[in-house]
């Protein structure tokens, strides 16, 4: 939140908050998923998987593996 209010958008805010994250507490230990006023969805994470999916604006399903 701080990222955002500081003027990063979604994603580089995301990517912040992973690097700190891992930066504190070392590799496979996080990940986000985030969504903006719009829809959009933004995910970043320091595992070597982490599968999520979401449901778009379209109705389409999106599964990221």
């Known amino acids: ?10 994603a580089e805010a995301v990517k912040s908050s992973i690097k700190t994250v891992t930066d504190l507490y070392g590799p496979d230990t996080a990940g986000v998923i985030a969504v903006d006023s ?3 969805v933004y995910a970043e994470f320091n595992t070597k998987a ?5 449901i778009g604006k379209d109705r389409e399903t999106a599964i990221f593996v």
């Open 50 to 54: 982490m599968p999520w999916g979401f």
């Open 1 to 10: 939140v701080r990222s955002l209010c500081e003027g990063q958008s979604l």
């Open 38 to 40: 719009e829809g959009n």
